[in-house]
């Protein structure tokens, strides 16, 4: 079992930077690829970023290419989500999840998942 625990979400004006963390507990952190995943109003939840156990592999959805940097401290049992140059589009609930292997896009494939923070950009 892994516990997850996501924060950092607020109220940011567009073009700011928010960093989001997530917190795991429970079995070996290091051994899991972790994904975060968005979710906004009346929408799918969506992939967002994924990186691998060692924070050697990350992949990101083509809208954040660019903006948000998924990264890894193992020794701290964290996931971060740095996010620069936001945009309303970004609003949404973010959850951070866990799986075993490698990374993947697909939110089927994770195991486990954090409750979600609040993301939200004023225009």
């Known amino acids: 079992q892994v516990q997850l625990v996501e924060s950092g979400g607020r109220l940011v004006q567009a073009g700011g930077s928010l960093r989001l963390s997530c917190a795991a507990s429970?079995?070996?952190?290091?051994?899991?690829?972790m994904g975060w995943f968005r979710q906004a109003p009346g929408k799918e939840r969506e992939f967002v970023a994924c990186?691998?156990?060692?924070?050697?592999?990350?992949y990101s959805t083509d809208s954040v290419k660019g903006r948000f940097t998924i990264s890894r401290a193992n020794a701290m049992n964290t996931v971060y989500l740095q996010m620069t140059s936001l945009e309303p589009e970004d609003t949404a609930v973010y959850y951070c999840?866990?799986?075993?292997?490698?990374?993947?896009?697909?939110?089927?494939?994770?195991?486990?998942w954090g409750q979600g923070t609040q993301v939200t950009v004023s225009s």
């Open positions: 429970g079995r070996t952190f290091s051994s899991y690829a």
């Open positions: 999840a866990a799986k075993e292997g490698m990374g993947s896009r697909a939110r089927n494939e994770y195991a486990y």
């Open positions: 990186i691998n156990w060692n924070g050697g592999s990350t």
